[in-house]
T-cell receptor, first 115, second 115 residues
Framework: DGGITQSPKYLFRKEGQNVTLSCEQN?????MYWYRQDPGQGLRLIYY???????QKGDIAEGYSVSREKKESFPLTVTSAQKNPTAFYLC??????????????FGPGTRLTVL | AQKVTQAQTEISVVEKEDVTLDCVYE???????LFWYKQPPSGELVFLIR??????QNEISGRYSWNFQKSTSSFNFTITASQVVDSAVYFC????????????FGTGTSLTVIP
């Protein structure tokens, strides 16, 4: 089946530790995105990538890092510099390309809790 | 600047009632797209509809209908004869000419359908 997978579904982290969230898609989409969702605040963009080996910061990139070495993979690292990392993280992809306004398709999400 | 406002934080209706979810947007772009997504309790966002700024035709899909009015910058979503399975958080989103396929999401409306 084509789609987006995120792992793990639940993740617990101690303060001061870095942690990496996985996102894989087999839709052959060019663009991939990471969002953070907090209660009552909707979705906020962390990073996005429109092509392999290129990515841009979103509205709340501080304390996060990404890589895009393969078209199908866009892992997100939550570093110890992120002051309040407990949240629900959603990965998305779209056909992408500049000037193309296609719908984004979302993965099932990873719920990160800092202990 | 791009902005989406969903003023209704929570709505509760009794099964079989009709319900309208409001979405008001702000953009300086002349070409833009509007989207609606559904987020059930499982967490994954499900794409419902995309509408471009040049197409003001209303759309109906089964029990769902959308009313796009540029004059009031609104893109409202109506569910007719609501069902318990419609209980979810619904997000409206905007993507414009200068956003590089970046989406701007509203804060969502949580709909509860009571049996």
């Amino acid at each position: 089946d084509g789609g987006i997978t995120q792992s793990p579904k639940y993740l617990f982290r101690k303060e001061g530790q870095n942690v990496t969230l996985s996102c894989e898609q087999n839709l052959n989409h060019d663009a991939m995105y990471w969002y953070r969702q907090d209660p009552g605040q909707g979705l906020r963009l962390i990073y996005y990538s429109q092509i392999v080996n290129d990515f841009q910061k979103g509205d709340i990139a501080e304390g996060y890092s990404v890589s895009r070495e393969k078209k199908e993979s866009f892992p997100l690292t939550v570093t110890s510099a992120q002051k309040n990392p407990t949240a629900f993280y959603l990965c998305a992809s779209s056909i992408g390309g500049a000037g193309v306004y296609n719908e984004q398709f979302f993965g099932p999400g990873t719920r990160l809790t800092v202990l | 600047a791009q902005k989406v406002t969903q003023a209704q934080t929570e709505i509760s209706v009794v099964e079989k009632e009709d319900v309208t979810l409001d979405c008001v947007y702000e953009t300086r772009d002349t070409t833009y797209y509007l989207f609606w997504y559904k987020q059930p309790p499982s967490g994954e966002l499900v794409f419902l509809i995309r509408r471009n700024s040049f197409d003001e035709q209303n759309e109906i899909s089964g029990r769902y209908s959308w009313n796009f009015q540029k004059s009031t910058s609104s893109f409202n979503f109506t569910i007719t004869a609501s069902q318990v399975v419609d209980s979810a958080v619904y997000f409206c989103a905007l993507s414009g000419t200068n956003t590089g396929n970046q989406f701007y999401f509203g804060t969502g409306t949580s709909l509860t359908v009571i049996p």
